[in-house]
Nanobody, 123 residues
């Protein structure tokens, strides 16, 4: 069984930065893609950033150049560095482990999820 625990969310003003962390326990971590999703009220859950087992990265167009995903396999931890935050980034952010080594964008391609952490960006 894999458990994922996010931390680092909060309330910030537009233009600020936040760093989210997700610590994993349980079965091997390094062989799978990992992702950060977000879900705003009334909207579908969307992939914000993903990282493959080999370290390739994928970003949603809306966050390219502002967000950076990284992973530390030795610590079983992934990170999401979020810079230049905008009010439209407000959402609950979830980390998830993919079913495969490569990045896929659908939530159904991820089998383990954290509980979520709220990020609120005020204007």
């Amino acid at each position: 069984q894999v458990q994922l625990v996010e931390s680092g969310g909060g309330l910030v003003q537009a233009g600020a930065s936040l760093r989210l962390s997700c610590a994993a326990s349980g079965r091997t971590f390094s062989s799978y893609a990992l992702g950060w999703f977000r879900q705003a009220p009334g909207k579908e859950r969307e992939l914000v950033a993903g990282i493959s087992s080999g370290g390739s990265e994928h970003y949603a167009e809306s966050v390219k150049g502002r967000f950076t995903i990284s992973r530390d396999n030795a610590k079983n931890t992934i990170y999401l560095q979020m810079n230049s935050l905008k009010p439209e980034d407000t959402a609950v952010y979830y980390c998830a482990r993919g079913r495969f080594a490569l990045i896929y964008t659908r939530a159904s391609d991820y089998d383990y999820w954290g509980q979520g952490t709220q990020v609120t960006v005020s204007s």
